[in-house]
């Protein structure tokens, strides 16, 4: 969870990307436990595992990694759609391609950012246990992160024009604009524009039409 800054109706970086240029597949284990774990999620419901502040990743959570252009990491199972949804947004509104500036992260590099982001907060003059509070309202605490699942992606662009463009599309390729700002205090997380989620086409069609957030359409279904 990272927030990108625009300035002048520019990115702070935007890269040329191109969508055929795929790399070999990598094998990880449990990303909270390291190398190894055991057998991934259920096929029928890996897309719509939960994690957010109050649920951690899966113990026996494992996944197949394939690279994105640009060098970031996916589950290799939202690779094509992935890239169907930015060739779209590309074609439907700029020149270039939207980035994708994060992918899967290790328990190491979650551990990082949170830890960087406590000190940002430090240094901005709030105690110990402030600045926690303050940072998990925009970087998980290592191991409660989406970003572990290798399910989601921050996406940067042209403009911010993009995000529109994301929030009214992104359910056709199966992503979801993961954390609305009208639903903090069920997501447990700050709106992030930039971050989205893949869920499948069936859930983030009925996520979308709906106005839920994730953890609303996974109680619904439950009942």
């Known amino acids: ?5 625009f300035g002048g109706g ?3 970086e935007h890269v040329v990307i191109n969508p055929t240029d795929r790399q070999p597949d990598t094998a ?3 990303p909270a436990a390291g190398e190894g774990g055991d057998a ?3 096929d029928s419901d890996w897309n719509l595992t939960l994690v957010n502040q109050w649920n951690p990743l899966p113990e026996n959570y494992a996944l ?3 690279e994105v252009p640009g060098g970031e990491k996916v589950d290799e199972r939202i690779y094509e759609p992935l890239m169907e949804m930015l060739e779209a947004a590309k074609e439907g509104n700029w020149d270039l391609m939207p980035k994708v500036v994060s992918g899967y992260r290790t328990q190491e590099e979650q551990q990082a950012l949170y830890d960087e982001k406590i000190a940002e907060y430090e240094g901005q003059g709030y105690s ?7 940072a998990k309202q925009w970087v998980a605490v290592p191991g409660y992160s989406e970003h572990q699942l290798g399910v989601a992606v921050d996406i940067n662009g042209a403009t911010y024009d993009l ?5 009214e599309n992104s359910y056709k390729y199966g992503f979801i604009f993961r954390y609305p700002g009208g639903k903090t205090e069920l997501t447990g997380t700050a709106e992030e524009v930039w971050h989205y989620r893949y869920v499948g086409k069936e859930a983030a069609a009925e996520i979308y039409q709906q106005g839920l957030c994730l953890e609303e359409y996974l109680d619904q279904v439950e009942l």
């Open 1 to 5: 969870m990272i927030c990108f800054l």
């Open 10 to 12: 520019q990115p702070t």
């Open 28 to 30: 990880v284990g449990n």
């Open 40 to 42: 991934p999620a259920a």
């Open 64 to 66: 197949t990694l394939t």
């Open 128 to 134: 110990k246990k402030e600045a926690e509070q303050q």
């Open 163 to 167: 995000y529109f463009w994301l929030q």
